[in-house]
């Protein structure tokens, strides 16, 4: 039978070159110097190989082992080879630490760039990755664990397996904070941290009800302290070579990030030492939660961007009613709304790295503090709608495993999730704007950059200062408010540095109102043809 209409895979193609906003914006973040390490990345993502590991490691989850053949406890998880191809290009291209290895302008978003560009193939083995990168400021908060840890987090090479961290080529961080009582409000924490006596020693006795990727060699976790709620670094293996008493419960059974291994562990007078100052735990660990939030947005744009990459190329080579769907002008409209959504996001996402990088400037500092709670709350939802659009326009061959779609879809809601959900977020943005007013100054500095060129973000932004001054039921009115500010902020950021057609179609759409419920329906311009062709990767 002779099979007809059906696309080519997406395969063979570099990521980064056919990402025209990601190119653009590493040079403008002042990251041109990692531009052949991204390209490296672009490369091997688009292999057939690497698409291989990332599906291999959805379809075969981690597996549990508490005992060992004799009925002692060992508490390991078991990962398919495919994870750990996956996890050592991550961490051999420096994506857990290239910040903290190469302190220069632009670390941070040339691994914003890479971390993006890599989590295309798979999304679940990013969680220690993740993790890891994050780790490094909180635990610079205290000198002797820092000189201590930090060589070993950030060498390049990925070596799995339970040993003393002494003996190890490198090492992997987690975080363990959420308990069956409560995870938003982690001041309800339960787990006891017992001085020795001995320096920061203590012993942690408690639960934790979500502990992701606990194969990792150490983790930052919250207990309570004689002092109050603490922030202690836990070893999976004490120094000489025993085994710390971290127990592994069982696995969850995830939505998605399956290939991720998310635990129940209980701790039973285990052994840890103190990181920052006791009382202090929030205070300490929020350093680790900031870079992990960057990464949520970071993660949210990379679905975004696969699932569109997606859309375009199968569109642009399946035919219906005598046209190729790329050539429909609804499907024009679909494709075209939601590269407006990828490319808004991509390029506040590395505006966002941006500041991390000049985070030693106050006016940076400032704007990275509320910017960044609008873009993860804002970009973790948008994400969910946008791969399920890129879904459909696949068809039935969306729903189908083989297509990479179900894997995003189940993806994409984590983001939002983990690092503060959704309302948690909105309500941090609230807490920002009154604890640090120089956060809203800096914030609306940076969208006023873009006063003056667009009538329509000049009238949407009086219109919310004018909003932001009322403080009746500002909770009640959070995410409103939390939706329009990132609106806001994109739609400055796009006219100053997008495509001219993108951002004419988001004032259009996003800021003036002329559009409707779901994608598809922006309004019709013979421009958003060039959108689409713009985020379609050209394999041919
Ligand atoms: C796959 C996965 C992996 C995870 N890995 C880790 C990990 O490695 N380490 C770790 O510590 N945690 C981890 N978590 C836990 C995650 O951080 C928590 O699930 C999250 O913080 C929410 O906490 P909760 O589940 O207790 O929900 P709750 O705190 O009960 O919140 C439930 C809902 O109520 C909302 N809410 C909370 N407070 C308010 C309020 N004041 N007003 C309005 N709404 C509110 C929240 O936004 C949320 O929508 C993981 C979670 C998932 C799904």
Redesign the pocket.
Known sequence: MVNTNQPPPLVDYNLFEADAPLRESLEREGAAWAQDLVFDLGRLAGTQEAIDWGFQADANPPQLRTHDRFGNRIDEVEFHPAWHRLMEVAIGHGLHALPWREPRPGAHAARAAAFYIWSQVEGGHG?PVS?TYAAVPALRQQKDLAEKWEPLITTLDYDPGLRPASTKRGVLF?????ERQ????VRTNTTLAVPTGTGGEHLLTGQ??????PMCDAFLVLAQAPGGLTCFLLPRVLPDGKRNNFHIERL?D?LG?RS?A?AEIVLQDAWAMMVGEEGRGVRTIIEMVNHTRLDCVIGSASLMRQAVAQATHHTAHRSAFGKLLSEQPLMVNVLADIAVESEATTILMMRLAGAFDRASDPAESHFRRLALAVAKYWTCKRAVAVVAEALECHGGNGYVEESILPRLYREAP?NS????????NA?DVLRAMSREPESTAAFFAEVDQAKGSDARLDRAVADLKRDLTNAADA?SRARRVVERMAVVLQGSLLLRYGDPAVSEAFCASRIEGDWGHSFGTLPSSPELASIVERHRPATN
Do not use: H, P, Q, R
């Open positions: 969680c993790m987690g975080m363990a904070m959420t409560g995870g938003s409000d934790k009800w979500f502990c992701s990727a969850k995830k990030n991720n998310s984590v999730l983990w690092e503060g959900s959704g309302n948690v309500l909770e």
